[in-house]
């Protein structure tokens, strides 16, 4: 059982920055980052495979947001700059259940954390 916890949620203007955490207790080869609006159908923003080797963005994000990891501290992050209103979410930090590919897709995932709140205002 892969368990991973969020942090670094929180309030801030449009315009400004985020720093997202993630701590996994077994680290997967694709690592990603969902989020979720009320009313909204969960959507992935970012994810990572390969140590690096590969990153994928949601074109929403794209320029915007940065997945990174340090695989030494088992660690996820996600840098989002230039902060909107819509970015407002819950965001979900996730790992892949088992080998094979890795994009944006909740097919890749079979493991989430409980999520940290990030609140955009205009």
């Known amino acids: 059982q892969v368990q991973l916890a969020e942090s670094g949620g929180g309030s801030v203007q449009a315009g400004g920055s985020l720093r997202l955490s993630c701590s996994v207790s077994y680290w997967k080869n694709c690592m990603g980052w969902f989020r979720q609006a009320p009313g909204k159908e969960r959507e992935g923003v970012a994810a990572i495979f390969v140590g690096g080797a590969e990153t994928y963005y949601a074109d929403s994000v794209k320029g915007r947001f940065t997945v990174t990891q340090d695989v030494t501290k088992k660690t996820l992050f996600l840098q989002m700059n230039s902060l909107k209103p819509e970015d407002t979410a819950t965001y979900y930090c996730?790992?892949?259940?088992?080998?094979?590919?890795?994009?944006?897709?909740?097919?890749?995932?079979?493991?989430y954390g409980r999520g940290t709140q990030v609140t955009v205002s205009s």
């Open positions: 996730a790992a892949s259940r088992m080998t094979g590919g890795c994009g944006l897709g909740s097919r890749y995932y079979g493991y």
